[in-house]
């Protein structure tokens, strides 16, 4: 070698040992050797390297020495110490490096090589920099191993020495296994299902040897815990001939591992097949051993029996998976890969509208329209109303016509989302907060399976839902039919009442006794067909929305009064009274008790007289009280409000009670015949009362004699100059 700035690499093993013993040779006043636990015996018997070594102390050169001190190597250890006269030997755990370090020059065998045999080539260089940083790392390796006297005294003794390492080598990942697998008295391991041929390929020639050690008693045996399928079965029936107890479990932890009476593996990696493990952890721990041992332990007693599930496999029989997802981005993940994977049909319910809207922000349409190109069926059901479900309807045929859409009754809203694929996989997903824009913040657990039965409850409840949607869109247009017809006839039977009781009424004075009596039925029930001419009109205005009032400001108290003496001159029954307590209240007050609303006069009108109408129909004898009073409420918002009551009180039969519950509803009705009624007034009187913010309620008397209707209507100040 010349003095000159080199580094060099030289090959084949000649020169590896003639380039260290020329190292050791220029050596003026110091050695230091960073170097494995295969090094030792190379150096001691190698004769000529020995001997550079050995030459090199007694011209004072200064000799440090690391490596890795094992049962393996102690003896050539001491050899350095005793023969060579090593100025100071020092352990440190799984040092992989190999290097010398002089003052001046830098050589490193490379580390892959065969145990006993020297390297296939080195590196040398005599670079201050490289010379410099190399003195640097063995320092740094050198402050933190421990003197040998002390390792070896360990191992004489049995002292464990615990540690915990990380290996990323796969070749010295290998070598780790197969050592942990010699050593072992006892091996239990967990493995992906890819694991079972990384297995096989690397220590299954090992376990061999333990499995015929326990047929003399001398290991307890190995046992395997993972999931057997179609790809493995064959290493499962290899591995069960030869003695190894094997369980099945669907769910496998997110780590594989390997734990023996000693020692502990530990890989995350997914261990496809034919892949390495290029991570690995070993430790020697108690508290890792404790851990992993009784992890295994827990698991063998859940696992299924290899053999069963080896049948399973070889008779086509799958067996069912359930799931539990707690983090939302892999429940839409697996959502996305079940709905990709479809081939006949997608049901989807969506528990509310908002649901439906943050799976289309995150591409479910894209999705969606993905499988209808597949040939598949997709279909949904959203709580949504009418118009709402229009709208999408509208919005997804353009790109989507063949997505099929329909509602549900908003009533009918969950906290559960519900995806079925092909009738065989089902993905259930909470619906945490609805009030979240974004899906992931939204969306709780998820619930899946792959279990047919499940599947298709889900399928059931679907189809009924579907099927409640198809009858509501039928019944919705017979709705809309029969709505069309009733205002239809009304409209045409308003046409000829109003000269039939025009004429009528003045006939009737100029014909005989007998003759008026005949005209009087006429125009009674001309009146009568009038009233429910105006009622069927009236319903098809609410149905439609389209109940319009014409309001205005006026004094309620005279409104009233004028209805009730109408009412008093109508009355020809001697046993029944009509009563206004409200009348000489206002007396009392020189009229200062007036009631300003802003009304429709009209619709009030027939709110008021329908309630005396029915009260003095269901009142054959008694008293109908007509009152009215103005209180001051608080509203939600915690404001005050001034509101008028109108009560109608009576002492007739009262309300049924199968009727009281739906009174206000259409055609809700059980009066006798004689009394006759359709039903109509009670909803329309509603309707109106609703139109104008207020409320109607009714009740049966305390003492059972008779029923109380009331209503309320907001009040308007005005100034009292202004009314007159």
């Given at each position: 070698?010349?003095?000159?700035?080199?580094?060099?690499?030289?090959?084949?093993?000649?020169?590896?040992?003639?380039?260290?013993?020329?190292?050791?040779?220029?050596?003026?006043?110091?050695?230091?050797?960073?170097?494995?636990?295969?090094?030792?015996?190379?150096?001691?018997?190698?004769?000529?390297?020995k001997k550079a070594f050995v030459d090199a102390k007694e011209r004072g050169v200064k000799l440090r020495y690391v490596t890795e001190i094992t049962s393996d190597n102690v003896s050539y250890c001491k050899?350095?110490?005793?023969?060579?006269?090593?100025?100071?030997?020092?352990?440190?755990?799984?040092?992989?490096?190999?290097?010398?370090?002089?003052?001046?020059?830098?050589?490193?065998?490379?580390?892959?090589?065969?145990?006993?045999?020297?390297?296939?080539?080195?590196?040398?260089?005599?670079?201050?920099?490289?010379?410099?940083?190399?003195?640097?790392?063995?320092?740094?390796?050198?402050?933190?191993?421990?003197?040998?006297?002390?390792?070896?005294?360990?191992?004489?003794?049995?002292?464990?020495?615990?540690?915990?390492?990380?290996?990323?080598?796969?070749?010295?990942?290998?070598?780790?296994?197969?050592?942990?697998?010699?050593?072992?008295?006892?091996?239990?391991?967990?493995?992906a299902p890819g694991g079972m041929q990384y297995s096989h390929d690397h220590f299954f020639d090992i376990e061999k040897k333990l499995l015929d050690k326990q047929k003399v008693g001398e290991h307890k045996?190995?046992?395997?815990?993972?999931?057997?399928?179609?790809?493995?079965?064959?290493?499962?029936?290899?591995?069960?001939?030869?003695?190894?107890?094997?369980?099945?479990?669907?769910?496998?932890?997110?780590?594989?591992?390997?734990?023996?009476?000693?020692?502990?593996?530990?890989?995350?990696?997914?261990?496809?097949?034919?892949?390495?493990?290029?991570?690995?952890?070993?430790?020697?721990?108690?508290?890792?051993?404790?851990?992993?041992?009784?992890?295994?332990?827990?698991?063998?007693?859940?696992?299924?029996?290899?053999?069963?599930?080896?049948?399973?496999?070889?008779?086509?029989?799958?067996?069912?998976?359930?799931?539990?997802?707690?983090?939302?981005?892999?429940?839409?993940?697996?959502?996305?890969?079940?709905?990709?994977?479809?081939?006949?049909?997608?049901?989807?319910?969506?528990?509310?509208?908002?649901?439906?809207?943050?799976?289309?922000?995150?591409?479910?349409?894209?999705?969606?329209?993905?499988?209808?190109?597949?040939?598949?069926?997709?279909?949904?059901?959203?709580?949504?109303?009418?118009?709402?479900?229009?709208?999408?309807?509208?919005?997804?045929?353009?790109?989507?016509?063949?997505?099929?859409?329909?509602?549900?009754?908003?009533?009918?809203?969950?906290?559960?989302?519900?995806?079925?694929?092909?009738?065989?996989?089902?993905?259930?997903?909470?619906?945490?907060?609805?009030?979240?824009?974004?899906?992931?913040?939204?969306?709780?657990?998820?619930?899946?399976?792959?279990?047919?039965?499940?599947?298709?409850?889900?399928?059931?409840?679907?189809?009924?839902?579907?099927?409640?949607?198809?009858?509501?869109?039928?019944?919705?247009?017979?709705?809309?039919?029969?709505?069309?017809?009733?205002?239809?006839?009304?409209?045409?039977?308003?046409?000829?009442?109003?000269?039939?009781?025009?004429?009528?009424?003045?006939?009737?004075?100029?014909?005989?006794?007998?003759?008026?009596?005949?005209?009087?039925?006429?125009?009674?029930?001309?009146?009568?067909?009038?009233?429910?001419?105006?009622?069927?009109?009236?319903?098809?205005?609410?149905?439609?929305?389209?109940?319009?009032?014409?309001?205005?400001?006026?004094?309620?108290?005279?409104?009233?009064?004028?209805?009730?003496?109408?009412?008093?001159?109508?009355?020809?029954?001697?046993?029944?009274?009509?009563?206004?307590?409200?009348?000489?209240?206002?007396?009392?007050?020189?009229?200062?008790?007036?009631?300003?609303?802003?009304?429709?006069?009209?619709?009030?009108?027939?709110?008021?007289?329908?309630?005396?109408?029915?009260?003095?129909?269901?009142?054959?004898?008694?008293?109908?009280?007509?009152?009215?009073?103005?209180?001051?409420?608080?509203?939600?918002?915690?404001?005050?409000?001034?509101?008028?009551?109108?009560?109608?009180?009576?002492?007739?039969?009262?309300?049924?009670?199968?009727?009281?519950?739906?009174?206000?509803?259409?055609?809700?009705?059980?009066?006798?015949?004689?009394?006759?009624?359709?039903?109509?007034?009670?909803?329309?009187?509603?309707?109106?009362?609703?139109?104008?913010?207020?409320?109607?309620?009714?009740?049966?008397?305390?003492?059972?004699?008779?029923?109380t209707f009331s209503f309320t209507l907001p009040v308007v100040t005005v100034n009292l100059q202004d009314s007159w």
């Amino acid at each position: 070698m010349r003095n000159s700035r080199k580094t060099a690499i030289y090959y084949n093993p000649y020169n590896v040992i003639n380039t260290v013993i020329e190292f050791v040779d220029k050596a003026n006043q110091r050695i230091d050797a960073c170097v494995d636990y295969t090094r030792p015996s190379l150096t001691v018997d190698i004769e000529a390297l020995k001997k550079a070594f050995v030459d090199a102390k007694e011209r004072g050169v200064k000799l440090r020495y690391v490596t890795e001190i094992t049962s393996d190597n102690v003896s050539y250890c001491k050899e350095l110490i005793n023969t060579i006269n090593v100025d100071e030997l020092r352990h440190i755990d799984g040092i992989k490096g190999n290097f010398y370090v002089s003052e001046n020059e830098y050589v490193a065998p490379a580390t892959f090589h065969h145990k006993g045999k020297p390297a296939s080539h080195i590196i040398y260089s005599n670079v201050k920099e490289i010379v410099e940083h190399q003195q640097y790392v063995f320092e740094s390796f050198w402050n933190k191993a421990m003197p040998a006297q002390q390792r070896i005294k360990e191992i004489e003794e049995g002292v464990i020495h615990y540690q915990t390492k990380i290996v990323d080598d796969p070749k010295e990942i290998i070598k780790e296994i197969s050592g942990i697998t010699a050593d072992s008295y006892r091996l239990s391991i967990c493995l992906a299902p890819g694991g079972m041929q990384y297995s096989h390929d690397h220590f299954f020639d090992i376990e061999k040897k333990l499995l015929d050690k326990q047929k003399v008693g001398e290991h307890k045996g190995i046992r395997y815990i993972t999931n057997i399928n179609k790809q493995n079965i064959h290493l499962a029936k290899l591995y069960l001939d030869h003695g190894t107890q094997i369980k099945h479990i669907k769910n496998l932890p997110a780590m594989s591992f390997g734990v023996s009476d000693k020692e502990v593996a530990v890989t995350i990696e997914n261990m496809e097949i034919g892949e390495p493990i290029r991570s690995l952890l070993v430790s020697n721990e108690p508290l890792y051993l404790k851990h992993f041992t009784s992890t295994f332990e827990e698991m063998w007693k859940n696992g299924t029996d290899v053999t069963d599930r080896i049948r399973e496999i070889e008779q086509g029989v799958e067996s069912s998976d359930i799931e539990i997802i707690e983090n939302p981005r892999q429940a839409i993940k697996r959502a996305q890969q079940i709905i990709k994977l479809a081939q006949h049909e997608v049901l989807r319910i969506y528990p509310s509208l908002n649901a439906f809207h943050r799976q289309v922000r995150i591409g479910a349409i894209d999705l969606f329209r993905e499988v209808l190109e597949q040939g598949a069926k997709v279909r949904i059901l959203i709580p949504a109303d009418e118009e709402q479900i229009t709208r999408i309807v509208d919005e997804t045929a353009l790109g989507l016509p063949q997505l099929e859409i329909r509602s549900i009754d908003k009533s009918l809203q969950t906290q559960m989302g519900i995806l079925v694929v092909d009738r065989k996989e089902s993905l259930i997903i909470e619906l945490r907060d609805d009030t979240k824009e974004n899906y992931y913040d939204a969306a709780g657990l998820a619930a899946y399976s792959n279990s047919t039965p499940i599947a298709l409850s889900y399928v059931s409840i679907f189809e009924s839902l579907w099927k409640q949607g198809e009858l509501y869109e039928q019944l919705k247009a017979y709705n809309m039919m029969q709505r069309d017809f009733i205002n239809i006839a009304a409209h045409e039977l308003r046409t000829p009442i109003q000269p039939i009781l025009g004429l009528s009424q003045v006939i009737s004075p100029r014909v005989g006794e007998e003759e008026r009596e005949h005209m009087s039925v006429i125009i009674r029930n001309a009146k009568r067909l009038q009233r429910l001419t105006e009622n069927i009109l009236d319903v098809t205005k609410i149905d439609n929305h389209t109940l319009k009032l014409q309001k205005e400001r006026f004094n309620l108290n005279d409104l009233v009064s004028s209805i009730a003496q109408d009412y008093r001159d109508q009355i020809n029954n001697s046993n029944l009274r009509l009563v206004c307590n409200f009348e000489e209240k206002q007396r009392e007050d020189n009229n200062n008790t007036a009631i300003f609303v802003h009304a429709d006069k009209s619709r009030l009108t027939q709110v008021i007289s329908n309630l005396l109408s029915n009260a003095i129909k269901f009142t054959k004898e008694g008293t109908v009280f007509l009152d009215m009073e103005k209180k001051v409420r608080e509203t939600e918002k915690g404001t005050k409000q001034e509101e008028a009551i109108i009560t109608v009180r009576d002492t007739g039969i009262g309300i049924d009670s199968e009727l009281l519950n739906r009174l206000f509803s259409k055609f809700a009705s059980k009066s006798k015949k004689e009394a006759g009624g359709t039903g109509l007034g009670l909803f329309i009187s509603k309707s109106i009362i609703d139109a104008h913010d207020g409320t109607i309620c009714a009740e049966n008397n305390p003492d059972r004699k008779g029923a109380t209707f009331s209503f309320t209507l907001p009040v308007v100040t005005v100034n009292l100059q202004d009314s007159w």
